[in-house]
């Protein structure tokens, strides 16, 4: 089972129908897309999704908002939200869903706030609630996280004490960061910054306990021209980050 979470920049835009494409060519089963719109651009990706079998789809869009950013999900398999106590209640970044794959497995998605906001810290916290409460379910979250660790998902100083310790309580309640637990210390970054250039690893999936023997593959994957990287920007400011499951 393939999964995608990919943060696609300000709702697609001019880029939409390529966005859609790139993604189809992934294969994924199921994607999570961050900084979807209620726009024509980011419909134009739905329907498109839609149009190649991941027609189950479930959004945080609030149409009297066309402009905010939200959440997409969509899959090959039936989806049923989830509304969950004490999880993330900020509109638009938090999204729970069941799959009914088989067996069927939890998805939540998001997209947690920059750390100039000062809202991270809480949401943060929720986060890491919902991981607690559900530690026994095959249950992945993944999405953009503006989070990383002190050190090693940075090229110059950026996180703070802060977020490494959100990492770490996440690993304590017996999750994994999926790429860190296949890849090591391995540097890799999924965004950088446009004025200096500097690479950030923002986005993650983490893995409970019971799943994590299904993890196979993680990968990070920038579209279209991932041999150009002056031009790795292109379709989105951020690597897709692709997750392969044998859900067997």
């Known amino acids: 089972m393939k999964l ?4 696609i920049r300000a709702g697609g835009g001019q880029r939409a129908e390529r966005i ?5 060519e992934w294969k994924p089963d199921l994607v999570a897309l961050s900084e979807f719109r209620s726009t024509p651009a980011s419909r134009l990706i ?18 009297v908002e066309p402009g905010r950013n939200a959440l997409l999900v969509a899959s090959r398999f039936k989806l049923k939200a989830v509304i969950e106590p004490g999880a993330p209640t900020e ?25 100039v906001t000062g809202r991270k810290p809480e949401f943060h916290s929720r986060v890491l609630d919902v991981i607690k409460k559900h530690s026994k379910k095959r249950f992945i979250i993944m ?13 110059n100083p950026a996180f703070n004490r802060q977020t490494t310790q959100w990492f ?18 391995k540097r890799e970054y999924t965004w950088y910054s446009p004025n200096k250039g500097n690479g950030f690893r923002l986005d993650q999936a983490f893995v409970s306990p019971r799943l994590r023997k299904s993890l196979k593959t993680v990968t990070h994957a920038w579209a279209g021209v991932s041999d150009l990287p002056e031009r790795r920007a292109e379709i989105s400011d951020h690597a897709a980050l692709l997750v392969d499951l044998d859900m067997r």
Do not use: K, Y
């Open 91 to 115: 509109p638009g970044r938090w999204i729970m869903v069941v799959a009914s794959s088989r067996p069927s497995l939890h998805v939540g998605a998001l997209h947690v706030p920059n750390q």
């Open 20 to 24: 859609a494409q790139q993604l189809i």
């Open 4 to 7: 995608i979470a990919w943060n």
């Open 168 to 185: 770490d309580a996440i690993e304590e309640a017996g999750w994994v960061d999926a790429f860190r637990h296949l890849e090591g210390p």
């Open 46 to 63: 739905a329907d498109l999704l839609a149009e190649a079998g991941l027609s189950h789809q479930i959004s945080t869009i609030q149409h």
């Open 143 to 155: 999405g953009d996280t503006n989070s990383g660790r002190m050190g090693i998902d940075e090229q």
